[in-house]
């Protein structure tokens, strides 16, 4: 028996301190510990990777505090475009949809076309008629839209228009959920889950449906889950940059990982975090903002969620 780990985050978008009222922090912080509670006791009671990382991606869809799902971004027309993936790290399957804009519970679709087996990427309408017709729970678009996100994109149209779109908040600008997970036989898996950016054009598509760079799971090797401008990570395929990095120059999660998001994608002057796993339990999660919504499980069962520098332990019964 290997010993199980499971990491999460809740996107790199994270707005400075003083924005957000100690309220609103703490009931995010409190979302993120029911995420890490739902993943491990997938693990705990000897699920499987890919089980316990849809079930933490689930309570932060349905969380309003994160951007996928419900509060989920809207772009440049208004409207939600929804790109969400897994993969197993056991069989190298993986399942996403992009530009899908009805169904609730967008990591739950893309688990539905990796089961399926025809497809690795479904998008748009056919996308949403897929999950209706597997079952899932569909919803109509404003379901998706807070009060939060219309005030965000109405800010970042005004930003676009004075020219300073690039002085715009991370919190402002993106965010993302995710969660990577290692089960006790030693199988890995990643999930990932995104609005996409705040003003997106209609139809871009970003780095969270695509199998390699937002998500990626190996077994043996490491599971990743990213965050940040997606254009990026498509670019230098970072989630399986960081695995070729273990797999082929021996470096540790960690060194792998801290490369990619200080030196490769730092100097490009974009957000970027991510959360990854390795095949020996250890956990990273590097982001280059000011801060990153995020959370672990020690082997020993303690939970830790976190958004800035400082790391909250939460009590066991929480
Ligand atoms: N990676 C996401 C995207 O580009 C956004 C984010 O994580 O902030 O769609």
Redesign the pocket.
């Known amino acids: 028996m290997t010993k199980t780990a499971l990491a999460i985050h809740g996107?790199?978008?994270v707005m400075a301190k003083l924005d957000l009222s100690e309220a609103d922090w703490a009931a995010a912080r409190a979302d993120l510990g029911r995420s890490l509670k739902a993943g491990w006791a997938v693990l705990t009671s000897g699920g499987s990777a890919l089980d316990a990382v849809q079930a933490a991606v689930v309570v932060m869809e349905d969380s309003p505090y994160f951007?996928a799902g419900y509060g989920a971004?809207l772009n440049a027309n208004g409207e939600h475009e929804l790109?969400a993936s897994i993969m197993d790290g056991a069989t190298l399957e993986a399942g996403a949809v992009t530009l899908v804009r009805r169904i609730r519970n967008p990591v739950k679709a893309a688990r539905r076309v990796m089961e399926k087996g025809e497809a690795v990427l479904m998008g748009g309408t056919a996308a949403d008629d897929f999950a209706k017709a597997e079952g899932l729970d569909i919803v109509e678009p404003t379901y998706f839209t807070t009060e939060k996100r219309v005030k965000a994109l109405a800010a970042m149209k005004a930003h676009a228009a004075a020219g300073t779109a690039a002085k715009a908040s991370?919190s402002e600008?993106?965010?993302?959920v995710g969660a990577v997970a290692l089960d006790a036989v030693g199988h890995l898996a990643a999930a990932?889950s995104?609005?996409?950016?705040n003003n997106?054009p209609a139809g871009?598509?970003?780095?969270?449906p695509i199998v390699g760079a937002?998500t990626y799971a190996r077994d043996g090797i490491c599971a990743v889950s990213?965050?940040?401008?997606?254009?990026f990570?498509i670019r230098y395929a970072v989630g399986h940059e960081v695995a070729s990095r273990i797999a082929y120059l021996g470096e540790t999660l960690e060194q792998s990982a801290a490369k990619v998001i200080q030196e490769d994608l730092k100097p490009h002057n974009i957000?970027a975090?991510l959360v990854a796993v390795c095949a020996d339990g250890s956990i990273t999660a590097p982001y280059n903002t000011d801060g990153m919504f995020r959370g672990w499980v020690t082997p020993e069962g303690e939970f830790f969620v976190a958004t800035h520098v400082e790391v909250f332990k939460l009590p066991a019964d929480a």
Request: net charge neutral; charged share 25%.
């Open positions: 996107g790199c978008g951007n971004a790109d991370e600008k993106h965010g993302t990932t995104t609005g996409g950016y997106k871009r598509i970003g780095d969270t937002g990213g965050t940040g401008k997606g254009e990570f957000g975090g």
